[in-house]
C-alpha cells in the first residue's frame, strides 16, 4: 500500500509532486532543494546548501518512519561540477562511515529556485 509523505518540517511541494512515497517498505524522497525551514530563505554556498538539502532530506525520511541510516541510494543534482567536493565533504557527515549508500551525481544545467545542489534518496523502513 502506497502512502504519501507530508511533513511541515521540509520545504512544501512547489508543483504536483509529494514530499515522499512510502511502498511498503521502501520510502523514495523527492529532489530536496536548500530551503532553511527556519528562514524560508536558501542559504549562500555550496556546502550551506548541501547541508540543508540533506537536513530536508532526513525531515522526510523521519516523517515516514526511516531515517539517514537506513539510505541505500541517493542522487545528488549538482549546479556545478566543481562543487562536487566541497559537497561531498558535507555529505558525508550524514552518513555511517562504511555504510554508505549507493550515489550518483550529476551536474544539471539549472536548478529550481537557482538552488546549487538538490538532493533524493531512497531508504528502508523496518
Sequence with gaps: MRTIIATDKAPAAIGPYAQGNRLGNLIITSGQLPIDMET????????????????????????????????????????DMGDFGAMNGVYARFFSEGAYPSRSAVEVARLPKDALVEIEAIAWVE
Design 40 to 79: 524560508g530563505a536558501m542559504p549562500q554556498g555550496i556546502e550551506a546548501q548541501t547541508e540543508c538539502s540533506l537536513k530536508n532530506v532526513r525531515a522526510i525520511l523521519e516523517a515516514g518512519g526511516s531515517s539517514m541510516d537506513k539510505v541505500i541510494k541517493t542522487t545528488v543534482f549538482l549546479k
